[in-house]
């Protein structure tokens, strides 16, 4: 199995505060992103990263920021957190070919009160 | 649009034959992507189409027709473990392998 680690697994938080989700890759792949999976919705891309320092927006990126200061490291910041924003959050890594898979993480379960 | 749809559930029996469609509209294409996820669990591929015709991993084949935007998963010989949510996927037309996921089929597999 591709080597992702999210943290955390659970966390429940408070309308206004910002949270951090943290992604860590041991396979040193050069792609990285950002989905967050809702009932109806599938996945939705939030933002990748296509190298240390180079982000982008994906389909749902408002309300959201990312930074990628180390290969291995990815991370997803919700600076004012809100309900509309309770979901489980998926991050994924790829080599950046469509005929090659995304490995994704064990997801991470946030709640908004 | 880049809109991918697929049945929202789709129930059979232990041994049975069970095929998951997916249909799609985008003006470009990149590619057919199927993923499982179990309940509780992180998205796994399965299998990728470039061109047309059927691609076979053991159990699971998948299958696409660019002409007609459509593609489906065909899983035989179902096991009760095969329960659990289906996703077609494709590639986005900027590249970096942005996929584009359908909003999943939930495959419930009875004895």
């Avoid at chain 2, 649009?1 to 469609?21: D, F, K, R, Y």
Wanted: charged fraction near 20%; hydrophobic fraction near 30%; glycine fraction near 10%.
């Amino acid at each position: 199995d591709a080597g992702i680690t999210q943290s955390p697994r659970h966390k429940v938080t408070e309308t206004g505060t910002p949270v951090t989700l943290r992604c860590h890759q041991t396979e040193n792949h050069r792609y990285m992103y950002w989905y967050r999976q809702d009932p109806g919705h599938g996945l939705r891309l939030i933002h990748y990263s296509y190298g240390v320092k180079d982000t982008d927006k994906g389909e749902v990126s408002d309300g959201y920021s990312v930074s990628r200061s180390k290969t291995e490291d990815f991370l997803l910041t919700l600076e004012s957190a809100t309900s509309s924003q309770t979901s489980v959050y998926f991050c994924a890594i790829g080599k950046g070919n469509d005929n090659s898979p995304l490995h994704f993480g064990n997801g991470t379960r946030l709640t908004v009160t | 649009g880049q809109s991918l749809e697929q049945p929202s559930e789709v129930t059979a029996v232990e041994g049975a034959i069970v095929q998951i469609n997916c249909t799609y509209q985008t003006s470009g294409f990149y590619g057919l992507s199927w993923y499982q996820q179990h309940d509780g669990g992180a998205p796994t591929f399965l299998s990728y189409n470039a061109l047309d015709g059927l691609e076979e991993t053991g159990r699971f084949s998948s299958f696409l027709s660019r002409s007609d935007s459509y593609g489906y998963l065909l899983l035989q010989e179902l096991q009760m473990k095969d329960s659990a949510s289906y996703f077609c996927a494709r590639g986005a037309n900027t590249g970096f392998q942005k996929l584009v996921f359908g909003t999943g089929t939930r495959l419930l597999v009875s004895p």
